[in-house]
């Protein structure tokens, strides 16, 4: 009995550990120093940056997010990313953010962060957002300013201004470098490409479709 017990209580601290180790996977690898300041100029390649010398100040600081973004693209939107390329100091912390703005009936095509859950905060505006899950369930919501609304790492997501307003959010995202997978432009400007049989059998339909389809994500000569 009192072996029967013993092992009962072990296995609970195991389950117990386990569900305390969680949090630690959701997003990037613990620091194990105060600042580990990103030289992106190295050459050494790691999983993440190695750490410069002499840090300053200018090192934790940018004013990228302070202004909006052009939106006069092929989708209407457009993200200005606050990431370890843009602002240094993030390496080893685990957090970014980005803003991104939607000219009225803009969309930020579905994507996936495979790095990172996003939160988004609506800074003005109003926007129809969703995310899909594994099972194909779609949960999608209208936000508007002041509005928070999380998209789970990994899941295919969008946004759509359908105002006749521009709109913009502020992003938080549990990563340095959450990385972004763009659902069309990843199966159709692949490059080299993904075989047009590969396509045509996937999104039932003709090869000349897919061409076609290809030709307006070809990179930009």
């Known amino acids: 009995m009192m072996a029967r017990a013993c092992s009962s209580?072990?296995?609970a601290a195991v389950a117990v550990a386990l569900v305390l180790a969680v949090p630690s996977l959701a997003g990037d690898p613990d620091y194990l120093q105060d600042?580990?300041?990103a030289d992106l100029n190295s050459e050494l390649k790691l999983n993440g940056f190695p750490c410069k010398a002499n840090a300053t100040a200018e090192d934790f600081?940018?004013?990228i997010l302070g202004k909006p973004g052009a939106t006069n693209t092929t989708t209407g939107s457009v993200v200005?990313?606050?990431n370890v390329e843009k602002v240094a100091g993030l390496n080893t912390l685990g957090?970014?953010?980005?803003r991104i703005d939607y000219a009225p009936g803009g969309l930020n095509p579905p994507h996936t962060h495979p790095r990172a859950t996003e939160v988004v905060f609506v800074l003005y505006g109003e926007l129809d957002v969703g995310f899909i899950t594994t099972a194909n369930k779609l949960f999608a919501k209208t936000i508007c300013q002041g509005d928070v609304f999380v998209f789970p790492r990994g899941l295919v997501h969008f946004q759509k201004n359908n105002a006749d307003k521009p709109a913009a959010v502020i992003s938080a995202f549990n990563s340095q470098l959450?990385?972004?997978?763009s659902i069309a432009m990843t199966l159709?400007?692949?490059s080299p490409e993904v075989p047009d049989d590969v396509l045509a059998k996937a999104f039932q339909i003709g090869t000349e479709e897919v061409d076609k389809i290809k030709t307006k994500f070809a990179p930009k000569s």
């Open 80 to 82: 200005t990313g606050a």
């Open 9 to 11: 209580l072990f296995l």
């Open 188 to 190: 159709f400007g692949a």
């Open 95 to 98: 957090v970014s953010l980005s």
């Open 61 to 63: 600081f940018s004013g």
């Open 35 to 37: 600042i580990c300041v």
């Open 178 to 181: 959450p990385g972004t997978q």
